[in-house]
T-cell receptor, first 111, second 116 residues
Framework: GEDVEQSLFLSVREGDSSVINCTYT??????LYWYKQEPGAGLQLLTYIFSNMDMKQDQRLTVLLNKKDKHLSLRIADTQTGDSAIYFCAEVLPGTYKYIFGTGTRLKVLA | NAGVTQTPKFQVLKTGQSMTLQCAQD?????MYWYRQDPGMGLRLIYYSASEGTTDKGEVPNGYNVSRLNKREFSLRLESAAPSQTSVYFC???????????????FGPGTRLLVL
């Protein structure tokens, strides 16, 4: 079935790296996404990766994709208090308009 | 551009009451979506509309109806609200393409609904 799994919570100290993990189910997904949700707001796209890539780097963000294990991760370098939010991974099923979101990981950054 | 707007921001209903959540986008997007967000369950798709004039059920459509009034607007109606529908509701839109190219979903700020 369609299911995208994430751990619910992560706590890190300011300045450390954060790694948020996600396991998705549909190996035919062409694009995988990371969204950020700040308190009281909607989701905003952080970054995405195409399925033929293993890694994508965008400033402090690094996305790693392991297609064999259907595992996606988001690394945030030098984590700041402003990074505290809920992070969602998502896949979109090709040929459909359905985006499947994970449960979200709440990142708490301790000063 | 305002992006995706939703009204109201907050609403309290009694069990059995009805209401319509409004959503509009000004980006000329073809596809629009309604999600609900519950703690520990992430976002669940209620309904989506791939284009003007079409609507399809998502993962949790029971108790809801939708209407794609025109290309800009996609409303969600609760005919007889139940406490299980207490949630945060998000509307989203994408340009189109059905997952065949990189597409960002743009989200509204959400409607917080409490059903007593």
């Amino acid at each position: 079935g369609e299911d995208v799994e994430q751990s619910l919570f992560l706590s890190v100290r300011e300045g450390d790296s954060s790694v948020i993990n996600c396991t998705y189910t549909d190996s035919s997904s062409t694009y995988l996404y990371w969204y950020k949700q700040e308190p009281g707001a909607g989701l905003q796209l952080l970054t995405y990766i195409f399925s033929n890539m293993d890694m994508k780097q965008d400033q402090r963000l690094t996305v790693l994709l392991n297609k064999k294990d259907k595992h996606l991760s988001l690394r945030i370098a030098d984590t700041q208090t402003g990074d505290s939010a809920i992070y969602f991974c998502a896949e979109v099923l090709p040929g459909t308009y359905k985006y499947i979101f994970g449960t979200g990981t709440r990142l708490k950054v301790l000063a | 551009n305002a992006g995706v707007t939703q009204t109201p921001k907050f609403q309290v209903l009694k069990t059995g009451q009805s209401m319509t959540l409004q959503c509009a986008q000004d980006m000329n997007h073809n596809s629009m979506y309604w999600y609900r967000q519950d703690p520990g369950m992430g976002l669940r798709l209620i309904y989506y509309s791939a284009s003007e004039g079409t609507t399809d059920k998502g993962e949790v459509p029971n108790g809801y109806n939708v209407s794609r009034l025109n290309k800009r607007e996609f409303s969600l109606r609760l005919e007889s609200a139940a406490p299980s529908q207490t949630s945060v509701y998000f509307c989203a839109s994408t340009r189109s393409s059905g997952g065949l190219s990189q597409e960002t979903q743009y989200f509204g700020p959400g409607t917080r609904l409490l059903v007593l």
